[in-house]
């Protein structure tokens, strides 16, 4: 099937889902949970064979890890599927509703937004967790996973897509390009008229190339180098909880805390504890000059480390002079995904929650939280480094656009 | 000033903007309606100039009278200017907020987007509109209007900007760029450093041209090629003042009507009374093969009106089986912008706007009312055809984007 084809029978499969009922969209969930767990050994055998291709290409065995399924990972990805059967449809739903005074009638009502394209990376997963957000919010999705996961991908895509057609969904509403071929992409990329929107989700040469080929809406999912200020006065105790669940309880994802901001007064006071703790729990420290005088021995950390997403066991600290000079430097460095002041000032509090411009913003807890989950929002499509249509965790709402019901009885304009 | 300069002065500004009060806001509104009031005299002056360069090049009329600025007309920018004094400020006003089971308190509050470039084309009046919607709601705005009508545009946002930094709006928060060098718009579009939306207003090339260079999110404002569709059972008598509204009142407008849609069954017995009513009204009539049988005389249409926004007194007319073929024929030809059905049927008209695909869909009432003062949103910046982060009239609410600010106690994630 040719890209453009695709595309459009994507196009039309959204213009019936858009208003196909939310129970029909359940058994398919139902179904497509079904169908991975009976066909597991196909999906196995078809992993094996992108394994053996990385394990030849001699990629790092982090990144192979990444792309193994195993019994477990297929019972978390059926799991997931019958976890968004529970999630409420937000299709239909009323946004607000009021009266003109010459009796118009106006309804802001959710509605799909249509064909999403999603171009991700490495772990296979995302083929069936973004099937299924995209399916409950009535969108027709086009999937692109890499070329390193193409056995894999397409093995899911095809059991879930099969699942779904027999429970109802219209064909062409979990699609996949079929090669790994760029130009494939590129052209995908150039249908602004059957795709509504393009969700990049991966490193940041794909974020960059996808934006400046696509002609399509792009809502990014940029990287977190997100921030902790202890303000003075801080508790430290509370705040060497939160530092160490911010940089430590899972390091590689993008809510962990890169930075560590600290007040001038509390420098000397506070600094030895929190080095000693972190070190502890292995994590390399680069400090500006000043901490380095503070806790000796540890790297100095240069400009680079403020622009640095380490994903790892480092962190960065600064030691600022006042609120003022940690806002600016998070609103110089941060990525914009998740920062938090540890205080017990509520007018500080206040500064910093207006003045940070980040998509979440913490007072006195992790910025770990930053997840749909976390929220309360169910399961997330990803976590929007934009500020435009959605910021932060993308959950099936963000997954919707609206239109307005207008009911009259004749009315016409003046 | 280099455009990278601009857009860096005018991302510090936005960041002050984000926190100033309303108060503040609604007095240098105030200031700039004192100010475009006083230097009267200059703007007619500089837009003498606009003038006569596109008399010189022997512009059309038409062009010439949208560009040309009077007193009536800088009365109306200083009306507009007060008006949105009156409207309220969306800036920290909480969507959402609830509280998880571990006791954090998240609110999702309103904030503003940040930087906004606005891109359009020849009358003036947008220039004031932009810049009063973007201040108040808490946006640095850098304008970019057409090379027809620079002199003008500068005269009014040197004033314009001048006014709002005497009230205390930080410098660089209205600006433009002062060139007419296409080169300057290409640069200005890759800084999405310091730019968060681009809004193109004018026609399909620049819209398409905006697109094409742009790293920066755009909101299209597209065209309107908007539908009625008259039902089987529809009280003619309403059918045709809704008719007639939607085609003549305005006939210039994106939301005025191009193709009238009528159910076979009615088709003569509706058709003729329509039919007279619409060419006393001046209106030029082009049907479909059926419609030519029952109007004989009046134009064949083509393929290519079903695809045209006439912005004048033309209307294409079609005969169709049924409901579906209305949708079908909507869903194809439309922008999305804005269609009617008549019809006294209440499943017909859930169906018509479950399933047409418009951002503002209407049942017995005339597409004019698609605006964002009609309802009652205020006044807008235009109308979008996107269906991502804004759909419909963009009022102020759609100028913002929002934050989670997420409170506790020392909260860490397990």
Request: net charge positive; charged share 25%.
């Amino acid at each position: 099937m040719k890209v453009i084809d695709i595309a459009r029978q994507a196009k039309e499969a959204a213009r019936k889902l858009a208003y196909i009922p939310t129970s029909t969209k359940n058994k398919a969930l139902t179904a497509m949970a079904a169908a991975l767990k009976k066909e597991k050994k196909r999906i196995l055998n078809e992993n094996r064979r992108d394994i053996e291709q990385a394990e030849q290409r001699e990629y790092k065995s982090s990144f192979i890890d990444r792309l193994r399924l195993n019994d477990k990972r297929i019972e978390d990805m059926v799991d997931s599927l019958k976890e968004v059967v529970h999630l409420s449809d937000p299709v239909g739903s009323i946004i607000k509703k009021w009266r003109r005074p010459n009796g118009l009638e106006i309804a802001k009502v959710r509605v799909p937004i249509g064909v999403i394209a999603i171009i991700y990376e490495s772990r296979p997963n995302v083929t069936a967790d973004a099937a299924a957000l995209t399916l409950k919010s009535g969108n027709a999705v086009i999937l692109r996973g890499g070329s390193e996961a193409i056995y894999s991908n397409l093995a899911l895509q095809t059991i879930l897509s099969d699942a779904a057609a027999s429970a109802g969904i219209p064909a062409g509403a979990i699609s996949m390009l079929r090669t790994t071929s760029h130009k494939d992409v590129e052209e995908l990329l150039k249908l602004s008229q059957y795709i509504d929107l393009v969700i990049p989700r991966g490193g940041e040469n794909l974020i960059k190339r996808v934006i400046s080929l696509s002609n399509i809406p792009v809502i990014k999912h940029h990287k977190g180098l997100c921030h902790t200020y202890v303000d003075k006065g801080a508790e430290y105790k509370m705040a060497e909880k939160i530092i160490l669940n911010a940089k430590t309880q899972r390091p590689g994802v993008c809510n962990a805390m890169e930075t560590l901001l600290i007040h001038k007064d509390i420098a000397n006071g506070f600094l030895p504890g929190i080095g000693r703790a972190l070190m502890t729990k292995g994590v390399e420290l680069r400090g500006c000059h000043l901490t380095c005088r503070i806790l000796s021995g540890i790297k100095e950390a240069t400009k680079l480390d403020w622009h640095t997403e380490y994903l790892d066991l480092i962190l960065s600290i600064k030691i600022v002079a006042d609120l003022d000079e940690a806002i600016e430097h998070i609103n110089t460095y941060s990525s914009g995904l998740s920062e938090a002041i540890v205080t017990t000032n509520p007018a500080r509090a206040k500064r910093f929650t207006t003045e940070v411009d980040s998509s979440c913003v913490y007072v006195n807890a992790s910025t770990r939280f930053t997840d749909g989950n976390q929220f309360g929002l169910g399961a997330e499509i990803g976590i929007s480094t934009d500020k435009i249509h959605a910021r932060g965790p993308m959950g099936l709402e963000e997954l919707t656009s609206y239109k307005y019901i207008v009911r009259g009885k004749g009315q016409v304009r003046r």
